[in-house]
């Protein structure tokens, strides 16, 4: 339901398998942070009493996990509700919203050896939520980042297929002069009250944070280096997840350009 890919699911599946780690879901949008958390919460197994969620906004229940939502005005802040479920040592916590130093360092004190943590930070791709680490603090814990871009989703009743140019197919992909590659791009009809586009969809990254890539990071490698170690791990970035869902016509190549040019920035 998510959009996520074969490689996705199984990159998550395996870091749950572990008996621990620290999973960090990056976006600009924390609000859309939790649905992800949800499938990979679900994913984990939930024991009653051994999940706990921080959230901003508890948009979904989920049965057997101790869901706490962040309200100043009640006094509930983030902070305190972090220290009182750490109290409780549960196997798996997840933070919506942890894109602040004092929380990561509470979160940094735990034993992810036996423990799992899913947190939430604002980044645009994987190279800036590493660097954004850093700046928390907490590089050397994070085992994993996936990231999340939302997209414009087309029209299914109105979008329009055409073939792209030889450049744009060369330039994306290992082709021969006669190979023919079909993409759709907006048009507008009455269901999508003619703006073309019908929701968004989410393109994704995800980079396992091995220590080659983490000391590339601290050394302050620029991006192109950086990207071409994360290739030789499991790692699929968000050019490779858009381009994916223009072929089978769900986005505009134009909406993957805009966020590739938007997280390189």
């Known amino acids: 339901d998510l959009y996520m890919s074969k490689n996705l699911q199984q990159f998550i599946t395996r870091q749950l398998e572990k008996s621990g780690g620290f999973f ?4 600009p949008n924390s609000d859309e942070h939790s649905a992800i958390a949800y499938a990979m919460i679900s994913q984990f197994g939930v024991e009653t009493g051994k999940c706990i ?5 508890i948009r979904y229940l989920l049965k057997g996990v101790e869901q706490y939502q962040v309200n100043p005005e009640a ?6 509700l972090l220290e009182s479920c750490l109290r409780q040592h549960p196997k798996l916590i997840y933070i919506q919203n942890a894109d602040d130093a004092e929380l990561m360092s509470l979160l940094n004190g735990i034993n992810t050896a036996d423990q799992i943590v899913i947190a939430g930070i604002n980044a645009e791709d994987a190279f800036h939520a590493v660097h954004r680490t850093l700046q928390l603090g907490i590089g050397a814990s994070v085992t994993a980042v996936l990231v999340h871009q939302p997209a414009s989703r087309l029209c299914e009743h109105c979008k329009e297929k055409y073939q792209l140019s030889e450049q744009t197919v060369h330039s994306l992909f290992i082709a021969d002069e006669k190979t023919r ?21 989410n393109v994704y990254e995800h980079m396992p944070l ?4 983490k000391e590339l990071a601290e050394e302050n490698t620029g991006r192109a280096d950086f990207y071409r170690k994360a290739g030789e791990y499991d790692h699929d970035n968000l050019m490779h997840d858009g381009i994916k869902k223009v072929l089978r016509g769900l986005v505009p190549l134009v909406e993957i350009e805009r966020i590739q040019s938007r997280a390189e920035q």
Not at 24 to 27: C, Q, Y
Not at 188 to 197: L, P, S
Not at 210 to 213: I, P
């Open 210 to 213: 091995t220590s080659e890539l």
């Open 75 to 80: 006094r509930q802040y983030r902070k305190d």
């Open 24 to 27: 960090l879901i990056a976006g």
């Open 53 to 57: 969620a921080i959230e901003d906004e």
């Open 181 to 201: 590659v079909p993409a759709w791009k907006a048009s507008g009809c009455a269901y999508c009250q003619h703006t073309g586009f019908s929701g968004t969809i």
